[in-house]
């Protein structure tokens, strides 16, 4: 009897200083006097949070928008090779048949001017 009686003390004893440590830092007046540090840090949170979603979000711009100029870089360089290619002399010659053109025969001649007095 005398062992649960001191046992029963014991665990009130360790009740009232776990009670006693916990009112001390978590009772109402210390919170409500610190509630401005607490959003404060929530703010910190939130902003911490948004700039991680925006970082994200212009790796994402960044890299779909390299990947275009590439495939616009290839589109730019197939384009010019088809344009050189095409403006080529012999090139140019089989388009302008169809139409009835043809490279003339003799070479161009030379209008000179009459100089004034």
């Known amino acids: 009897m005398a062992e649960q009686k001191q046992n029963i003390e014991n665990t009130k ?3 009232s200083k776990l009670a006693g440590l916990g009112t001390s ?5 210390w919170i409500t006097k610190n509630i401005g540090f607490f959003l404060f840090i929530a703010l910190l949170a939130v902003i911490y949070i948004a700039n991680g979603h925006k970082a994200d979000n212009i790796i994402r711009d960044i890299n779909a928008t390299s ?3 590439k495939e ?7 384009l010019k090779s088809e344009v050189i290619f095409k403006s080529r002399e012999e090139q140019v010659v089989k388009a302008a048949q ?4 043809q490279l003339p025969e ?3 001649v030379r209008i000179e001017m009459a100089t004034r007095k």
């Open 13 to 15: 004893a360790k009740n």
């Open 25 to 29: 830092l978590l009772n109402y007046t």
């Open 67 to 69: 990947k275009n100029v």
């Open 72 to 78: 616009l870089q290839y589109e730019y360089k197939t």
């Open 98 to 101: 169809p139409l009835g053109l």
């Open 106 to 108: 003799q070479p161009p």
